[in-house]
C-alpha cells in the first residue's frame, strides 16, 4: 500500500459517510490491471489482491473493489473465501469500445454512478464553490471528518476533470442559458420526456423530449415584435414513425459534442426492435421499392 493509500485508509476509518475509497482514473487503472490478468473471467478476491499489489488481507483491496464497484465497473459473486468478482460491461465499454464517443459516454455514466458523486454533481457543477465552502458543507452537513472531506473533494475533483463533466455542463448552458427544457422532438413519441442528468452519465441536466423551450436573446425579441422564430428542423423517416429533430442555429463545438454524446446514451439505453415493427419495416420498404418500378414504368410509357 503506498502512502497515499494509506492516508485515505486512515480516513475512511472514521466516522464519514460512504464514497469511493479512490478516484475514477485511478480505478480505471486497477480495472485495466484486471483486464489484463482475468479478461472476462471471474477471479477469487484473494487472487485479485495480487494482480493489484495487495495482501490477501489487507483493508485497500477491500476498498479498492468497493470503489470499482461504486463506479460501476466490478460484479461480484459469493461470500468469504468464495467472493468472485468481474468487470463489468461498463468497464468493458470504457477498456475496448471504440466507437466514436462510446468511450466518452461510458467514462461519463461511470463517473456519476457513486451517490454522492452524482448529488454534488448536480448541486455543484458546472462551476464548483470554494474549497472552503465544499469542506464546510462535506463537513458541517453531512458528517464528513476532516480528513475524509480533504479525500472526497479531491476525488471527486479528479473525477469531474477526468470525465469532462465540468466542460460538458458548460457547453449545456450554453444550449440553455435560462435554465429551460433542451427539446429533441420524436415525432408520434411525443409527449415522452426524459430527463438526463449527471447520474445518467450525461451533463445535459435540462434535456428532454417534448415543448420547444422560448426563445432567449434575439429570439425572444423577435417574438415580441409577433414573429414567429422556429429553429431548424431535420426529420427523418424511421420504421417506428417519424423522427423530427430541432437544434438551435449556431451552436458551439461543444455543444455538438454535448448532443453527440446525449445520443450516444440513447443508442445505449435502447432495445432491439420487436418483430411486428420488423415486419412491418420489411413490408414497407418493399412498397416503397415496388412504387418505384411502377413510377419508372409510367414514365418510360
Given amino acids: 500500500?503506498?502512502?497515499?493509500?494509506?492516508?485515505?485508509?486512515?480516513?475512511?476509518?472514521e466516522r464519514s459517510p460512504s464514497y469511493p475509497f479512490i478516484s475514477l482514473p485511478k480505478a480505471l487503472e486497477r480495472a485495466k490491471a484486471f483486464d489484463e490478468a482475468h479478461r472476462r473471467s471471474a477471479a477469487r478476491l484473494a487472487t485479485v489482491a495480487g494482480t493489484w499489489g495487495y495482501s490477501p488481507s489487507s483493508s485497500g483491496l477491500l476498498q479498492t473493489a468497493s470503489a470499482l464497484?461504486?463506479?460501476?465497473?466490478l460484479e461480484?459473486?459469493?461470500?468469504?473465501?468464495?467472493?468472485?468478482?468481474?468487470?463489468?460491461?461498463l468497464a468493458q465499454r470504457i477498456l475496448h469500445d471504440a466507437r466514436p464517443g462510446a468511450r466518452e459516454a461510458a467514462i461519463r455514466e461511470a463517473a456519476m454512478r457513486p451517490r454522492l458523486f452524482s448529488e454534488y454533481g448536480e448541486k455543484w457543477l458546472p462551476q464548483r464553490p470554494s474549497d472552503s465552502h465544499c469542506l464546510s458543507e462535506l463537513?458541517?452537513?453531512?458528517?464528513?471528518?476532516e480528513a475524509a472531506a480533504s479525500l472526497f473533494l479531491r476525488s471527486f475533483d479528479e473525477t469531474v476533470a477526468f470525465s469532462g463533466l465540468k466542460e460538458i455542463d458548460k457547453s449545456s448552458n450554453d444550449l440553455d442559458q435560462d435554465g429551460q427544457a433542451v427539446a429533441v422532438n420524436l415525432g408520434r413519441s411525443a409527449p415522452m420526456s426524459t430527463q438526463l442528468s449527471s447520474a445518467s452519465g450525461v451533463g445535459l441536466r435540462g434535456a428532454r423530449m417534448g415543448t420547444y423551450p422560448h426563445q432567449t436573446g434575439s429570439g425572444a425579441q423577435a417574438q415580441e415584435a409577433g414573429i414567429a422564430m422556429q429553429p431548424p428542423r431535420a426529420t427523418l423517416p424511421l420504421p417506428e414513425g417519424m423522427a423530427a429533430l430541432e437544434?438551435?442555429?449556431?451552436?458551439?463545438?461543444k455543444?455538438?459534442?454535448?448532443?453527440?454524446?446525449?445520443?450516444?446514451?440513447?443508442?445505449?439505453?435502447?432495445?432491439?426492435?420487436p418483430d411486428h415493427l420488423?415486419?412491418?419495416?420489411?413490408?414497407?420498404?418493399?412498397?416503397?421499392?415496388s412504387g418505384g418500378d411502377d413510377e419508372d414504368r409510367d414514365s418510360r410509357d
Avoid: C
Fill in 76 to 89: 461480484d459473486s459469493g461470500r468469504g473465501d468464495d467472493r468472485k468478482v468481474q468487470l463489468s460491461d
Fill in 278 to 289: 420488423r415486419s412491418q419495416a420489411g413490408d414497407s420498404s418493399g412498397d416503397r421499392h
Fill in 139 to 145: 463537513r458541517l452537513d453531512r458528517g464528513f471528518t
Fill in 1 to 13: 500500500m503506498t502512502n497515499s493509500e494509506d492516508f485515505e485508509d486512515r480516513a475512511r476509518k
Fill in 69 to 73: 464497484k461504486a463506479y460501476g465497473l
Fill in 247 to 253: 437544434i438551435p442555429q449556431r451552436l458551439s463545438r
Fill in 255 to 273: 455543444s455538438w459534442e454535448a448532443l453527440r454524446a446525449w445520443t450516444d446514451l440513447m443508442v445505449s439505453l435502447s432495445e432491439p426492435m
